[in-house]
């Protein structure tokens, strides 16, 4: 499936040109995430995808949710689909800027950052900064992770998660930073006083993660 998405491309690309890949969440759009783009660094190629699934007011979604339900928060099967074609998305725009030295880049929000973890944990040799903003780690989409240490090691995550998010609880958040210390991973946990979304100072905290 190829996925739609809008691009930011720096003046010259070349073979090691970074690029930052971008999942928004349930019921946004390629824009929301996009937003960033000042204050990224200007060398980088960012490409934000718009989900496949509309939903309501113009939004879309990776895969269906059922707030009813949290043992079956998410529809599985679909995510293991979107999560492969996503990944098929990433690997042909990589070919098509010829980028075979480079440092490729995730930043998910909410059901995007369930599938940036997923990308990252599976296939950690194509990924290196991974910022997951008010997510957490879906077990049944980590059944086969990497956990050789040396295959992590280059990996570095930035996880952040508003104390009052009433849609993911925090405590969910909070499996993302057993998961990666069990994993040996690089990563930096942070929590806001905000509810479901990313406010100034956990802003000015990602754009400092993604700048080292």
Same mark, same amino acid.
């Given at each position: 499936m190829n996925l739609d998405y809008i691009v930011r491309e720096p003046e010259n690309i070349s073979s090691k040109t970074p690029i930052l890949f971008m999942l928004h969440g349930y019921g946004?759009?390629?824009?929301? /995430? #996009? &937003? #960033?783009r000042e204050s990224l660094p200007a060398d980088w190629i960012l490409v934000s995808f718009r989900a496949p699934k509309p939903t309501q007011f113009d939004g879309y979604s990776w895969f269906d949710i059922d707030f009813n339900n949290l043992e079956q928060f998410i529809d599985i099967d679909q995510a293991k689909d979107v999560l492969n074609s996503v990944l098929e998305n990433i690997m042909a725009i990589t070919n098509k800027y010829g980028l075979t030295e480079n440092k490729t880049? /995730?930043? !998910? #929000? &909410?059901? !995007?950052g369930i599938l940036c973890y997923s990308l990252a944990l599976k296939y950690p040799d194509l990924f290196?900064?991974? =910022?997951? /903003? &008010?997510t957490y780690p879906e077990e049944k989409l980590l059944t086969d992770i990497v956990k050789d240490k040396k295959k992590l090691e280059k990996l570095r995550f930035f996880v952040s998660h508003g104390t009052d998010d009433a849609i993911i609880p925090m405590e969910? !958040?909070?499996? =993302? =930073?057993?998961l990666l210390y069990d994993l040996s991973c690089y990563f930096t946990f942070r929590d806001y006083m905000s509810g479901h979304g990313v406010n100034q100072k956990n802003y000015i905290d990602l754009m400092e993660f993604f700048s080292k």
């Amino acid at each position: 499936m190829n996925l739609d998405y809008i691009v930011r491309e720096p003046e010259n690309i070349s073979s090691k040109t970074p690029i930052l890949f971008m999942l928004h969440g349930y019921g946004s759009n390629e824009q929301d /995430l #996009f &937003s #960033f783009r000042e204050s990224l660094p200007a060398d980088w190629i960012l490409v934000s995808f718009r989900a496949p699934k509309p939903t309501q007011f113009d939004g879309y979604s990776w895969f269906d949710i059922d707030f009813n339900n949290l043992e079956q928060f998410i529809d599985i099967d679909q995510a293991k689909d979107v999560l492969n074609s996503v990944l098929e998305n990433i690997m042909a725009i990589t070919n098509k800027y010829g980028l075979t030295e480079n440092k490729t880049h /995730l930043c !998910g #929000f &909410s059901q !995007g950052g369930i599938l940036c973890y997923s990308l990252a944990l599976k296939y950690p040799d194509l990924f290196n900064y991974v =910022a997951c /903003l &008010s997510t957490y780690p879906e077990e049944k989409l980590l059944t086969d992770i990497v956990k050789d240490k040396k295959k992590l090691e280059k990996l570095r995550f930035f996880v952040s998660h508003g104390t009052d998010d009433a849609i993911i609880p925090m405590e969910w !958040g909070r499996k =993302a =930073a057993d998961l990666l210390y069990d994993l040996s991973c690089y990563f930096t946990f942070r929590d806001y006083m905000s509810g479901h979304g990313v406010n100034q100072k956990n802003y000015i905290d990602l754009m400092e993660f993604f700048s080292k």
